[in-house]
């Protein structure tokens, strides 16, 4: 079986420029997270989709970021522009369900800095 | 706001020592907790995980840990660790507060074990 797959695993882009991050998850998981770690610090919660729609994103840092999930399979994650503080490593994780947190499956990360 | 408090950013072991590394939560109420590990180049997996019951939880590869509920704490212990074992392990944490719950994690300490 397939694992949650994560596209592309690093990306270096200039400040002001977009980045769209691509998170594919496990097939018939109808919940998708991500999570954002800046160096260092901890893995923060971004937001949470049922299927296709935004149960949670609160954790949105500002709205230069628009994440999406059409059609509730794959989602992506837009920055635009990207400022510095943007660069860290972008997890997607995805479960069957929600009250069972422990089956969550995690993508091995993007990458990104923004130089 | 509920966070998680690892301790030791670092820490540098011989192979054969014994591991405890440290995680508090902030949260009053219920809790689930978590230790996650990501291994060099691969993605977060979970290591073990405490819902209820006895608080001394026994996980894969030797890893225990014990749920101390009067301290809010939640350390991870090996008696004696491997080369292996090096990776940065996470402690994250569910607040069972009704509704909606998402995993915060704490910020990651880093091992690394020499042989």
């Known amino acids: 079986e397939a694992g949650v797959t994560q596209f592309p695993s690093h990306s270096v882009i200039e400040k002001g420029q977009t980045v769209t991050l691509r998170c594919d998850p496990i097939s018939g998981h109808d919940n998708l997270y991500w999570y954002r770690r800046v160096m260092g610090k901890e893995i923060k919660f971004l937001l949470h989709f049922v299927k296709e729609s935004k149960q949670d994103e609160s954790g949105m840092p500002n709205n230069r970021f628009l994440a999406e999930r059409t059609g509730g399979t794959y989602s992506t994650l837009k920055v635009q522009p990207a400022e510095l503080e943007d660069s860290g490593v972008y997890f997607c994780?995805?479960?069957?369900?929600?009250?069972?947190?422990?089956?969550?499956?995690f993508g091995s990360g993007t990458q990104l800095s923004v130089l | 706001a509920q966070s998680v408090s690892q301790h030791n950013h670092h820490v540098i072991l011989s192979e054969a020592a014994s591991l405890e590394l440290g995680c508090n939560y902030s949260?009053?109420?219920?809790?689930?907790l978590f230790w996650y590990v990501q291994y060099p180049g691969q993605h977060l997996q979970l290591l073990l995980k405490?819902?209820?019951?006895?608080?001394l939880v026994k996980g894969i590869k030797g890893f225990e840990a014990e749920f101390i509920k009067s301290k809010f704490s939640f350390n991870l212990r090996k008696p004696s660790v491997q080369w292996s074992d090096t990776a940065e392990y996470f402690c994250?944490?569910?607040?069972?507060?009704?509704?909606?719950?998402?995993?915060?994690f704490g910020a990651g300490t880093r091992l690394a074990v020499h042989p």
């Open positions: 405490y819902f209820s019951g006895d608080p």
């Open positions: 994780a995805s479960s069957a369900r929600q009250e069972t947190n422990e089956k969550l499956f």
């Open positions: 949260y009053g109420g219920t809790v689930n």
């Open positions: 994250a944490v569910i607040t069972l507060s009704g509704g909606y719950n998402k995993l915060i």
